[in-house]
């Protein structure tokens, strides 16, 4: 890595909250010789979440998918500081962050206060469980590397224990039955991708459990994937069926346990049913919920009493009713959804936003400068060139004032369904050309899709690296 400009106490300091895709796209994209950037985060690293559940499966390795954050700001030109923190609290009034270090090893000091001139809050948002009950302490989430590797070992120990001496028929049905919660795009892909190890590997490696081993996909909604048009769905529920996925749609789970859940299915006359479902394994991905940082600071300010879903912004993603306070991704409440192709717009936005501030603020000094040294001047030819200076300035100050504000370019969506296969939504030339394909080229498509945008160049081998060695020597079934 190059030399670093030190921190500089004249420049302003800009607090960056989480590593996610809507801070690293600003970090990677801002210009740090202008601020004295800070980010703090719990997690050291930035995580590729659209290859998260294949790190379920080790179809992918999980360190394939994450850029360590060093990696990240030690190629700034001015030094980035970074503490391994959670923001427990964004105090408005005396502009500071509280942050507390909630990893297993802590010094004298593991809770402290930062201050900022400029706040960018990009925290994401936490699981959403409605307050089902039995929830967070039976279900697996998807959401972070620690929760794809804690499925890859939960079903392995499933498989294990099914297998075990004696094992009841009863429980080995049980414990062999993998069960979904939320038909959106994560529930979706997971289901895919455990339902192909079964097929790809599992079966072959453990014959025992090849008839009973059972992946059940429950939706509260009429349809799975809500997000992408009607013959996508209907693909994708067909490909389901064909894999073997059972889908229940319209069944809301009320209540977990720790080896059931409780449903309630609307039947086709609309009348509700309640049922029990078994199960060894249990994945909730029921979407989002707002962090109780951001939460609190809602609490704050009277302009987000009506907001539900996050932090509500304007147009320049200034979090409204305060000043020099910024959010972007899944913990803002905008138009649009929730995903990392928003965030990262977001994130490169902002850092348009701050380099042109920088910039401003560069020429406003400048021609303050140029003015004093025009009004003290006597000399007539040396105030013309002042003068055509002074102009010349000005009128470049108002084109970098001009940034428009934030607009979204959605480029599609795309989710894979199993057995080599994709659906993409794509809107590309501007909206001119919205298809919607499924079947193997889209597969190839989302996976170079997705290794393009793998962000750095040793990501994209490991990645590709990792395909390859399933490809040849398939997944790897031990429990580790
Ligand atoms: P995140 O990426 O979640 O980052 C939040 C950051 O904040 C993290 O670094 C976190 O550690 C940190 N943090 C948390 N709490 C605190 C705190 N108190 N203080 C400081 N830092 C904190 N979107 C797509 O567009 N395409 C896809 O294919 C896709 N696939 C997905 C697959 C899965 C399995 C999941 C879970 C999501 C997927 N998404 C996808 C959605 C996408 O990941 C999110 O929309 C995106 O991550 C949002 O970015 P973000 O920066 O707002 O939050
Ligand atoms: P989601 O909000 O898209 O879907 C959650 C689903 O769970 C909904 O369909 C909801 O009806 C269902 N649900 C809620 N409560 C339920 C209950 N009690 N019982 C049964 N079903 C219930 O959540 P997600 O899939 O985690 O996605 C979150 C965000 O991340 C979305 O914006 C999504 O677009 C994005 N994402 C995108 C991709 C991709 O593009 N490939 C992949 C993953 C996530």
């Not at 993603?317 to 959010?327: Q, R, S, Y």
């Not at 905008?334 to 994130?347: D, I, L, N, R, W």
């Not at 934030?406 to 989710?415: D, K, R, T, V």
């Amino acid at each position: 890595p190059p030399e670093q400009l030190p921190l500089d106490p004249a420049k302003k300091t800009l607090v960056v909250l989480g590593s996610g895709w809507g801070s690293i796209s600003l970090l990677k994209k801002l210009d740090t010789e202008d601020y004295n950037v800070v980010v703090i985060s719990p997690r050291n690293f930035f995580l590729f979440t659209p290859l998260l559940p294949s790190c379920t499966t080790g179809t992918i390795e999980h360190r394939s998918i994450m850029e360590p954050l060093r990696h990240i700001i030690r190629h700034k030109k001015r030094a980035v500081k970074y503490y391994e923190a959670e923001a427990t609290k964004i105090d408005v009034d005396r502009r500071v962050v509280k942050i507390n270090d909630f990893s297993d090893i802590k010094g004298n000091v593991s809770e402290t206060e930062v201050p900022f001139d400029y706040l960018v809050v990009g925290v994401g948002a936490e699981n959403a469980t409605f307050g089902i009950p039995g929830v967070r302490e039976n279900a697996c989430f998807l959401k972070e590397i620690g929760d794809a590797q804690q499925i890859r070992k939960r079903v392995m120990d499933c498989i294990e224990t099914a297998t075990f001496k004696d094992q009841t028929e009863e429980e080995k049905d049980r414990l062999l039955h993998m069960v979904v919660v939320g038909g959106g795009p994560t529930g979706i892909e997971f289901a895919a991708e455990l339902q192909d190890f079964f097929e790809e590997d599992l079966r072959k490696w453990v014959p025992d459990i090849a008839d009973r081993f059972k992946v059940t996909l429950v939706e509260a909604l009429p349809n799975v994937l809500p997000m992408f048009s009607k013959a996508l769905i209907e693909y994708t529920e067909k490909t389901f069926k064909d894999e073997n996925i059972s889908v229940r749609t319209k069944t809301m789970v009320k209540k977990v346990t720790d080896k059931n859940i409780e449903v309630e299915a609307t039947q086709a006359d609309g009348s509700k049913v309640k049922e029990n479902i078994n199960y060894g394994l249990l994945v909730w991905a029921t979407g989002n919920a707002v962090r109780g940082v951001v939460r609190d600071l809602m609490g704050q300010l009277p302009a987000q009493k009506n907001s539900r879903r996050g932090l509500a912004v304007n147009d320049y993603l200034v979090v409204d009713g305060t000043d020099g306070i910024w959010a972007l991704g899944d913990c803002s409440a905008t138009k649009y959804a929730p995903t990392a192709q928003v965030a990262s717009q977001q994130g490169n936005f902002l850092a348009r936003l701050f380099n042109s501030m920088a910039k401003t603020q560069a020429v406003e000094e400048e021609l303050r400068r140029l003015d004093q040294q025009l009004q003290a001047s006597t000399d007539e030819a040396e105030k013309a060139q002042l003068t055509a200076e002074i102009n010349a300035k000005g009128r470049s100050l108002s084109k970098v004032k001009q940034l428009s504000p934030f607009e979204y370019s959605h480029q599609g969506s795309l989710a894979y369904i199993g057995a080599d296969r994709a659906v993409a939504d794509l809107n590309w030339f501007g909206g001119a050309i919205s298809s919607a394909t499924g079947g193997e080229l889209t597969y190839l498509f989302w996976r170079s899709a997705y290794v393009s945008m793998v962000f750095s160049l040793r990501n994209r081998i490991l990645v590709l690296t990792d395909w390859l060695k399933t490809k040849a020597f398939g997944r790897d079934v031990s429990r580790e």
